[in-house]
């Protein structure tokens, strides 16, 4: 239960405590990742099942966006925010790797988090009405999304020699990387039976974007950090939410 309960504090609001912290936990915590993300992505669906009864559906997916993001403590947003900031900047890695920590928000990311919330709030709309189904499609979202955390600390290296993406990697095993797979293909099996192949499509669409972000921030600045992990979990839950909105 540490490992899990270490996972539920790193990745929610939740006011978990774990005294026995040892450095690495956070990432041997990795297999629970996918958990957690259910949890997260179950409370938002059955939140946004619940408003759809009171409010409109516009309405109802800005609020369930922003529950999204809360229920996170706004974690992976800031990654997003710092990446879109960083990422893009055209002078040099450690120039990347000083404004990641700069606590300032730029223009490059005030346009994104606008941008995003607008797509985000609108993939909500075509989801099935069906609430039970709608419930399962963003819990798997979620899920996935915390997934690509492991998946980019796998195939990846910390951009530095320090910090929170280094810890993660050396506490990340390779049988805590094969447990965290088992519960995104039980889901996908699942939804793909009962849902049809959109759920198969959107499980692997989440491993390339994985890859590419993994790609993508190992030439920009070295390797993965914890922002681009943040910046991973917002992107892949757009990702999936759009799959499901294709018609």
Known sequence: MKLFSIALGFLTIFPVKTSDYEPGDVGRAAVYYPFVGLIIGGIVGILHALSLTVFTPMISAALAVIIWAGLSGFLHLDGLSDCADALFYAGSMEKRLLILK??????FAVVLLVLYFLLKTAVFEPLPAN????????????????????????????????????????????????????????????????????????????????????????????????????MAVELCEVLCLLVFAVR
Do not use: N
């Open 102 to 107: 700069d606590s300032r928000v730029g223009s």
């Open 131 to 230: 609430p039970e189904w709608s419930i399962f499609l963003i819990a798997y979202a979620s899920m996935m999304a915390r997934w690509v955390m492991v998946f980019i600390g796998q195939i990846s290296d910390p951009a530095r020699p320090e910090g929170l993406g280094l810890e993660f990697k050396q506490g990340l095993q390779e049988s805590k990387w094969w447990l965290s797979m088992l519960l995104p293909v039980t889901m996908t099996i699942l939804g793909t039976y009962l849902l049809g192949l959109h759920i198969l499509i959107a499980g692997l669409l989440v491993v390339l974007l994985g890859w590419l972000i993994s790609r993508f921030s190992k030439r920009q600045l070295g390797g993965f950090t914890g922002d681009v992990l943040g």
